[in-house]
């Protein structure tokens, strides 16, 4: 049967997709591969009645919920390739099931690439962390660090400082300019020109920070922003248009999320230049939206 609309991933962002196209009564198949960005993590904060929920439960839930919709069809599988035609795509899972429908939202995600420092990757998502706002309550009044993975790491560390006595580890590399240090000066953030080579302490707990110069610094939690990359290939294989985004590429749309391909729509980290899970969430509400339209009209 060909569908209404295909989503792949079915995390934060194609749950909320998938939602908005069941209400209204369409026909929606959901593939996810099971490897959410956020699955490192223990608990998700900030999000709207779910503060403190792990990820997993929270995704787990609304897909519950979704499933419900007697329009929706879950598969559990990797999407590996689509192909547009005149009337309808077709996307090919890893298992050579194909899927057709009218329209597609890309809900992908992204693919984190920790900096390759000792010690940060078997902590990252608990005591090694990206964004404050998500994890840095935990920590508060803690000793904190931010190890510079670009200029803008000076601006998280600057934010940084509400949470905790922050120090900016430049790496060397990222050292801020006259303006820049005398705001870090004003937040309170220590400036550290040594570059960090290790991280201290039983995992996932960190005592402290080495450094190159053989100094150690007590921290016990570290923030870094990773660069990032579009985990799926699809996106390419259908020559959506990219734009660049502070940690790396992300896909360009309209305001209604659709991208430079025609019934292509997108959410997610994959289209956010800010990520977190209720702006991943919202995105997704408005991708299912932007779909429906574009049935509607067509």
């Known amino acids: 049967m060909l569908q209404d609309v295909i989503i792949i991933g079915g995390n934060f962002a194609g749950i909320s997709a998938a939602m908005q196209l069941a209400r209204a009564q369409r026909h929606v198949t959901l593939i996810d591969s099971g490897e959410p960005r956020n699955r490192f993590a223990r608990q998700s904060h900030g999000f709207l009645g779910q503060d403190g929920v792990s990820p997993k439960q929270i995704q787990q839930d609304a897909q519950r919920q979704l499933l419900k919709y007697s329009t929706v069809t879950f598969v559990q ?8 035609s ?4 077709s996307v090919t899972l890893d298992n050579n099931q194909e899927i057709s429908a009218k329209k597609l939202i890309l809900a992908t995600g992204l693919k984190d690439e920790i900096p390759t420092i000792p010690g940060l990757r078997e902590r990252w998502g608990t005591t090694v962390a990206h964004c404050p706002y998500c994890h840095g309550y935990e920590f508060r009044n803690r000793p904190l660090a931010v190890i510079a993975t670009g200029p803008h ?31 870090l000066e004003k937040r309170g953030v220590r400036i550290e020109a040594s570059r960090v080579v290790e991280v201290l302490g039983r995992a996932p707990n960190i005592t402290s920070l080495y450094l190159e110069d053989g100094r150690t610094v007590r921290i016990e939690a570290v923030f870094v922003a990773p660069k990032s990359q579009i985990v799926s290939p ?11 985004a502070p940690m790396g590429q992300i896909l360009q749309t309209d305001d209604m999320k659709q991208t430079s391909v025609a019934g292509v729509f997108t959410a997610g980290d994959i289209v956010n230049p800010m990520q977190n899970a209720t702006f991943a969430s919202a995105s997704g509400v408005m991708a299912g939206v932007g779909a429906h339209f574009a049935l509607v009209h067509e």
């Open 153 to 183: 790491s000076i601006h998280q560390a600057g934010l940084l400082a509400d949470w905790g006595p922050t120090t900016y580890f430049t790496q060397g590399e990222f050292a801020p300019d006259a303006e820049q240090a005398s705001f």
């Open 234 to 244: 699809i996106a390419d294989q259908l020559g959506c248009a990219l734009v660049e």
């Open 86 to 89: 005149a009337e309808m795509f």
């Open 77 to 84: 599988g990797k999407a590996i390739n689509a192909k547009k």
